[in-house]
């Protein structure tokens, strides 16, 4: 391990054991997988990992995240919002983000609070500052701490490091809740966001490692990595995802050309 990153690892190992007690908002992803391990390597059995399920979540990443607190042998606590009825998540403005973390993190606040746990984590990055976050402002209101950003981890090092400490997430594609999936100011309908789910779940089971189904409706339009997109040069590829996707309840299915990309719908 190079002298920059080992240092980083520390910082963030110092600043969870003046914490000695904390709850981490864990999807089971890159970022919160490695912060999980290192606080549970750091604090033992004072770590509790609370994991939101609600109609924006894909049911194999909370699936994965009960696997992955199991593997890590940390308590977690899986709290289910069956209906999100908040309007300003279901209007979909530009502010979406901020109104949906500031609803999902008081949820954690109390679920935390009721185990008497004072700090609250989350995974947010040094990167994700790159990013056009509207939740960050969220989890700062509500005094969330995120580690990984406070010791300037960025992506790429929370991979490398994770492939140090055998994390197996290490190489997972990158994900994000499905809501992210569907253009800004067209509402949100847990039907758009399970014609999403089936619709990635079947590019996955076909191979696809980074992938999204961005949602126009009547129309899917389909962003895989750059060096993927020659999968959909054979036949039986294009008409397995074609006809799954028409059964899904798509009328229209398209290939972006550009290859799939961060945040393409902010």
Request: glycine share 4%.
């Amino acid at each position: 391990m190079n002298k920059i990153l080992e240092d980083k690892l520390n910082k963030l190992i110092n600043q969870l054991k003046t914490m000695g007690k904390v709850a981490i908002a864990y999807s089971g992803g890159v970022d919160s997988n490695f912060l999980l391990k290192v606080a549970k390597d750091t604090l033992g059995d004072n770590v509790l990992a609370i994991t939101i399920n609600a109609m924006m979540h894909s049911t194999r990443e909370i699936e994965e995240s009960n696997n992955y607190a199991k593997e890590f042998g940390v308590k977690q606590i899986v709290y289910k919002i069956d209906d999100l009825d908040l309007p300003q998540f279901i209007d979909n403005g530009p502010l979406r983000c901020y109104y949906c973390k500031k609803f999902i993190f008081a949820k954690i606040k109390e679920i935390a609070s009721e185990h008497n746990i004072k700090y609250i984590l989350d995974g947010t990055n040094f990167s994700d500052l790159d990013d056009y976050r509207p939740g960050l402002k969220a989890l700062e209101e509500l005094n969330i701490i995120s580690p990984l950003k406070d010791a300037k981890l960025t992506k790429d090092e929370i991979r490398t490091l994770s492939k140090e400490l055998n994390i197996s997430t290490y190489n997972k594609a990158a994900f994000a809740c499905l809501a992210t999936r569907i253009p800004t100011n067209n509402k949100i309908t847990k039907e758009k966001l399970r014609m999403i789910e089936e619709a990635e779940n079947f590019l996955q089971d076909c191979g696809f490692t980074q992938y999204r189904v961005r949602f126009h409706e009547d129309l899917a339009r389909i962003e895989v990595e750059k060096k993927q997109i020659e999968k959909f040069y054979n036949d039986e590829i294009i008409n397995k995802v074609n006809l799954k996707f028409k059964e899904i309840g798509f009328k229209y299915v398209t290939l972006d050309l550009n290859g799939y990309k961060m945040g393409s719908m902010n």
